[in-house]
């Protein structure tokens, strides 16, 4: 089992960046493949970009793809949301969330395939 807290959230202009940081605890965070997810107000929590367990395999929502990067320490137990060129539309909670995965597969968007989740930060993006 593994328990996952997010950092890094914030304000920021349109056009900025931000680094998302989610801390596992445990000793198996390295058998997990990880992803993050959004919500915004009034919106299904939606899938932003996952990672495989030993981080040689990504993929992106399109929304996202080609402005942030996702990415994992497995020694620092700690995966990561590069995200740049932030637009107000990218405003929103920001979850990580771990499923037990050591395969390349990383097309896995479905929140319900995610068994561990953190308890979000907030991103608000302003024009």
């Known amino acids: 089992q593994v328990q996952l807290v997010e950092s890094g959230g914030g304000l920021v202009q349109a056009g900025g960046s931000l680094r998302l940081s989610c801390a596992a605890s445990?000793?198996?965070?390295?058998?997990?493949?990880m992803g993050w997810f959004r919500q915004a107000p009034g919106k299904v929590r939606e899938f932003v970009a996952s990672i495989s367990w030993t981080g040689a395999n990504t993929y992106y929502a399109d929304s996202v793809k080609g402005r942030f990067t996702i990415s994992r320490d497995n020694a620092k137990n700690t995966a990561y949301l590069q995200m740049n060129s932030l637009k107000p539309e990218d405003t929103a909670v920001y979850y990580c969330?771990?499923?037990?995965?050591?395969?390349?597969?990383?097309?896995?968007?479905?929140?319900?395939?995610?068994?561990?989740w953190g308890q979000g930060t907030q991103v608000t993006v302003s024009s």
């Open positions: 969330a771990g499923r037990r995965a050591m395969t390349p597969i990383v097309r896995v968007t479905a929140v319900s395939e995610y068994n561990y």
């Open positions: 445990g000793r198996t965070f390295s058998s997990y493949a």
